[in-house]
């Protein structure tokens, strides 16, 4: 018996999509830029070709981290975490029975918490793109799943409190 969680960022948009409203975006946007252009307020249009690169940039970045998943692998022995990224795969493994699940506490005021699997010295974070609220309830899922430090409950039973 096994137990797979997928994480994945939302990004609603699609690259498609992106690139239509980037040059909607952009072919607005210039007939205003022209028309006060026109009128002789000519820098507008480097202050217009410098926000449509800001916003392209943005749509870019917001691109590639859609690309971004974590899987989460949980069996009666072991825990894998499978990471990718535009770095590649990276795979890292715990040994169920000695895993403690740990959601650290953000370290300013407004910042955000951090979900981390720890095993003999070795942490890994989990979720790091997910909202506040999100991360809490997978922390509340992976320590039922996992159990804590010495104890493994058995993955038959914990389906039984699968919520999702």
């Not at 690139?19 to 000519?42: E, K, P, R």
Request: glycine fraction near 6%.
């Amino acid at each position: 018996m096994e137990q797979r969680i997928e994480l994945a960022p939302n990004c609603s948009l699609k690259p498609a999509t992106a690139t239509l409203f980037f040059v909607s975006t952009c072919l607005f946007s210039l007939g205003f830029a022209l028309f006060f252009a026109l009128q002789g307020y000519w820098p507008v249009l480097p202050f217009w070709a410098l926000e449509m690169l800001v916003l392209g940039l943005s749509l870019q970045a917001s691109m590639r981290r859609g690309k971004y998943t974590q899987t989460v692998l949980i069996t009666e022995s072991r825990i894998s975490l499978v990471t990718l990224s535009r770095h590649g795969a990276q795979k890292q493994e715990f040994a169920r029975h000695w895993t403690k699940v740990r959601l650290r506490s953000p370290p300013r005021r407004n910042g955000t918490s951090r979900l981390t699997i720890e095993s003999h010295g070795r942490a890994y974070e989990v979720g790091s793109f997910l909202t506040e609220e999100d991360r809490c309830r997978l922390a509340e899922r992976l320590r039922y799943l996992v159990g804590g430090m010495n104890e493994s409950p058995p993955l038959e039973i914990a389906n039984i409190g699968d919520r999702r």
